[in-house]
């Protein structure tokens, strides 16, 4: 992974520090230092940028027919039992098990917003389009997060690094409902994701 090696680069790792203390993202160096790891620190120094009493909610595994995709987790500032995830900031980042199209996650990515009747079809589209523009395509170890902030929209990460902006809130809303709407189709992981179920 490109964050890993470039933490290895003396001169790097002093760019990628001064760059995200710049930014004000300052967690960054203690996380490294806390966890140990560069895996680690993505999911530290992304959730802390925007949530500095972040912890995380849980985490599941997506399979389809028994054929892993990814795993998730979901990192918050809220309890279980007091997250709305249409106005609380949160974190959810896919560890993907495989390689996908960027433009196929984008298609199925509106398919599961239309199946939660969000939408219609010519927003659908437009929706579908600023997807298939920031999707990146994935490969086996990828980390693929989005970073939401109620009222603005979110962020979306690529192995820590930013690779898109949503600025409409409702296709921003629309798109982590796939996850953690009520009415998603995979609601047990959910139930995971949230922390409601063990």
């Not at 530290?44 to 849980?58: F, H, Q, R, V, Y």
Request: glycine share 8%; aromatic share 8%.
């Amino acid at each position: 992974m490109w964050f890993s090696s470039t933490l290895k680069n003396p001169r790097l790792k002093h760019f990628v520090f001064a760059t995200a203390l710049a930014l004000g993202v300052a967690p960054l160096q203690t996380a490294l230092a806390q966890q140990g790891t560069a895996e680690a620190a993505v999911l530290s120094t992304a959730a802390a940028a925007a949530l500095p009493n972040a912890k995380k909610m849980g985490e599941a595994t997506m399979r389809w027919f028994g054929l892993k995709l990814y795993d998730c987790q979901l990192w918050s500032e809220k309890a279980p039992g007091q997250f709305n995830f249409k106005t609380d900031k949160h974190y959810l980042e896919l560890v993907y098990a495989r390689n996908f199209d960027g433009e196929k996650i984008a298609e199925k990515s509106r398919e599961e917003i239309e199946n939660q009747g969000v939408g219609k079809s010519a927003q659908l589209d437009q929706w579908q389009k600023k997807l298939t523009e920031i999707i990146p395509n994935v490969n086996k170890g990828t980390r693929l997060a989005a970073l939401y902030v109620p009222g603005k929209g979110m962020s979306l990460l690529k192995d820590g690094l930013p690779v898109g902006e949503v600025s409409d809130p409702e296709l921003a809303s629309a798109f982590m409902g796939i996850w953690l709407d009520p009415k998603t189709s995979e609601p047990v992981l959910r139930e995971k994701l949230i922390g409601l179920k063990k």
